[in-house]
């Protein structure tokens, strides 16, 4: 069999600012057609308002972005100071049975997948200067809800049976009489989102089946997974193909922008408005917005700037534009081109609206601006625009993760008084900064009035629940949480598992370790990266490093990286070098 992936050439730098790939410049839809056949053999624009008033230059101007503070996640320390009143659970336990075999071995198994969710931020996120405006968990593609679960359960079955052992996937799948549909193949797509080979063979086997062609939304999908695993070349060869077949949307432009950002391949980020140019893709206002806000959003607020200047001559920019540069230097806690921005946007005529007020809240706090985000919030609740729930939140956030619980409790009442609706990030916020404060009886007590006030915790919430459970080492009283949640009917999601598993790990609970990781995968989750590492790791730990090996192999056939582990911890484990050895070549 041919090698899964050919070795492309790797890219030249950039000329004249020019976005070049000289191995992809070269792939027609031809030549990746031929390719690919050998590896199957292994927000709304918004208009101009006049006599906005500027923001006090003493907020803005003044505060220099050389704050030594940086965006930290808000971990829940070792700080309950009495057992949780959540029962011992191991009765009633939702992960189906306790082992009690003591010879049970956690050895390769075939998956069964059903109702996968996506992967979604870390809990941790809740905490930090994410963005709060985020509801419940989000698909990472476009999968119909209505799609017929059974035939995605079959197709991923075969899928994981063949791919493992290495059988020929494609011609067992051809048996199987498969009904592909667009909605399929992203479901397909979305289960095996952190496993790139077997996804990549599966959306070219599709795209040679009869009266079945592959449409911009499955397109985008496999060039995400790509992205993500920084398979860049693949990548820019499928967008090569998505060109010559006139699938380019403006979904593929920011795939790759992101792909590149995280990276740090900052001059490819920006050279792909030179490959849209090249595909001819209309560039209009939205378009460029969508640049742009892509590029803030990995940080990349300076390319941001200079893209937006290197084009402004040729649109018109409208308030959304320089809320999304806004954005992008507050990302990077640069409050002096924030500052500019804002005031460059009111000389423009445009007032900035609650977006953009609460993106210069955020910034301020972020930079440790505290006394000028307090005065900025005061401005807002004199002169508008009028604070609504997700400034409150960002204000009580703050207070809570610096201990400052009793302002923040003032903050949420002066909410209630004003009749802005608090939602599940409010409580959430709330209920962490008591718990590191070591007083469960307010978590347990705000919890309760989230459902009496109508508003149920949300999958954030019960994550970041789990999270407090887990660092004071209580597996169990986490695993009553994960039942809770999962009787909520929210979709537990591949970080609630992995905080968990390792949270038995540690406590030297093997069995419930490998119970927990065989329950992930009745729930339908993908194995991560991080789920491979935490089981792996807990494997050797409890001297089953054969075993471990085989989750290495499974692991990296699978297109994953080899985990990092500290060979002073497992001297003697001498299958697990030879593994490592072997697979790092």
């Known amino acids: 069999m041919n090698h899964y992936l050919r070795k492309l050439k790797k890219s030249p730098p950039f000329s004249n600012g020019g976005f070049f790939f000289s191995a992809a410049a070269e792939l027609h839809s031809s030549n990746l057609r031929q390719n690919t056949a050998s590896l199957r053999g292994r927000r709304g624009i918004q ?19 050389h704050s030594g503070i940086h965006s930290t996640h808000c971990q829940i320390p070792f700080v309950l100071s009495h057992p949780s009143s959540l029962s011992r659970f191991q009765k009633s336990l939702p992960l189906v ?88 193949v992203l479901a397909v797509l979305e289960r095996f989102k952190h496993a790139r080979k077997p996804a990549f063979r599966f959306f070219y086997w599709a795209s040679d ?76 206002l939205e378009t460029i917005n969508c ?52 005031n460059t946007m009111i000389d423009n005529g445009f ?68 009749e802005c609706a608090p939602d599940a990030a409010m409580y959430t916020c709330l209920m962490i900064g008591f718990a590191n404060q070591k007083k469960m009886e307010m978590v347990y007590s705000l919890m309760k009035e989230m459902k009496e006030k109508g508003c149920p915790p949300d999958g954030r919430t019960y994550n970041a629940m789990i999270k407090m459970m887990t660092n004071r080492h209580m597996p169990d009283d986490a695993v009553k949480v994960y039942k809770k949640m999962v009787q909520s009917k929210i979709q537990p999601t591949i970080h609630t598992f992995n905080m968990i598993m390792k949270s038995y790990f540690v406590a030297k609970n093997y069995e419930m370790g490998c119970e927990v990781w065989e329950e992930m995968k009745r729930k339908g989750c993908c194995p991560d990266e991080n789920a491979y590492t935490v089981l792996i790791r807990g494997l050797i730990r409890q001297g089953r490093s054969i075993e471990a090996c085989k989750y290495l192999e499974e692991m990296m056939d699978k297109g994953m990286r080899a985990p990092q582990l500290d060979y002073k911890k497992f001297s003697g484990k001498v299958e697990v070098a030879n593994a490592l050895a072997r697979w790092m070549r």
């Open 209 to 284: 089946r009869p009266n079945f062609a592959h449409d911009s939304s499955t397109y985008n999908a496999i060039m995400s997974i790509l992205g993500k695993t920084r398979q860049f070349e693949t990548m820019v060869s499928v967008l090569e193909e998505m060109g010559e077949k006139g699938l380019l949307t403006i979904e593929t432009f920011t795939t790759c922008i992101k792909a590149f950002a995280s990276a740090k391949e900052r001059k490819k980020a920006v050279g792909i408005f030179d490959l849209m140019k090249k595909y001819k893709y209309k560039v209009d």
């Open 351 to 418: 007032k900035p609206d609650i977006v953009a007020h609460n993106i210069m809240l955020e910034g301020l706090l972020k930079s440790q601006k505290r006394s000028d985000a307090v005065k900025l919030f005061e401005v807002m609740k004199s002169k508008g625009p009028f604070p609504n729930t997700r400034s409150y939140t960002i204000l009580v956030r703050n207070l809570c993760k610096h201990g400052k619980m009793s302002e923040a409790f003032e903050y949420f009442n002066y909410m209630l008084k004003s």
């Open 291 to 342: 640049l742009l806000d892509a590029l803030g959003r990995e940080k990349l607020g300076k390319e941001a700037q200079n893209l937006f200047e290197k084009l402004e001559h040729k649109f018109t920019p409208d308030l959304r534009t320089y809320t999304i540069l806004l954005n992008g230097w507050c990302k990077i806690k640069n409050l002096m081109e924030a500052g500019r921005t804002w």
């Open 47 to 65: 208009g101009k308002q006049a006599n906005g008033s500027s923001l006090p230059m003493c907020i803005l101007l003044n505060a220099l972005n």
């Open 97 to 184: 049975r306790l082992i009690q075999n003591p010879n049970f071995s956690l050895m390769p198994k075939t998956w069964s997948l059903h109702n996968c969710r996506p992967f979604c931020e870390d809990v941790d996120s809740i905490g930090s200067e994410s963005e709060l405006e985020s509801d419940g968990e989000k698909k990472s593609f476009n999968v119909v809800d209505n799609v017929n679960k059974e035939e995605v359960d079959r197709v991923c079955r075969v899928i994981d049976e063949t791919f493992a052992f290495d059988r020929n996937m494609e011609a067992i799948l051809d048996e199987c009489g498969v009904n592909l549909s667009h909605d399929l």
